[in-house]
């Protein structure tokens, strides 16, 4: 199982990045992925996760209207669409694989029970300059 993101780096206060999670090594649309951030000296936080088979997005309330996530099933790979970034959103950015528990556990706990997890990738880092 992997999980590998990508597209993180040094952008300006209200500036976008795209970020990747691509994946490989279990069954996609059985799973939701999750993004989760960390600021040093912070616990991990859910941003946003998405359920494969039906595209049910959740979004933490300080991204929303921000940041846009979706999902490519043919290539297995989630994306973070994150715009106007501000410089609390910097943190390395993990995405997570989370076997779909049905949608009113998914929603209860999608963006908080990270040890619910079942997979995670290594992380990348998001850096927003003022």
């Known amino acids: 199982v992997q999980l590998v993101e990508s597209g993180g780096g040094l952008v300006q206060a209200g500036g976008s990045l795209r970020l990747s999670c691509t994946t490989s090594?279990?069954?996609?649309?059985?799973?939701?992925i999750g993004w989760f951030r960390q600021a040093p000296g912070k616990e991990r936080e859910g941003v946003s996760c998405i359920n494969n088979s039906d595209e049910d997005s959740l979004y933490a309330d300080s991204v929303k209207g921000r940041f846009t996530i979706s999902s490519d099933n043919a290539k297995n790979t989630v994306y973070l669409q994150m715009n106007n970034l501000k410089p609390e959103d910097t943190a390395v950015y993990y995405c997570?694989?989370?076997?779909?528990?049905?949608?009113?556990?998914?929603?209860?706990?999608?963006?908080?029970?990270?040890?619910?997890?079942?997979?995670w990738g290594q992380g990348t880092q998001v850096t927003v300059s003022s």
């Open positions: 997570g694989a989370l076997y779909y528990p049905g949608p009113t556990t998914y929603r209860e706990y999608g963006l908080t029970h990270t040890d619910e997890y079942d997979y």
């Open positions: 090594g279990f069954a996609f649309e059985d799973y939701a």
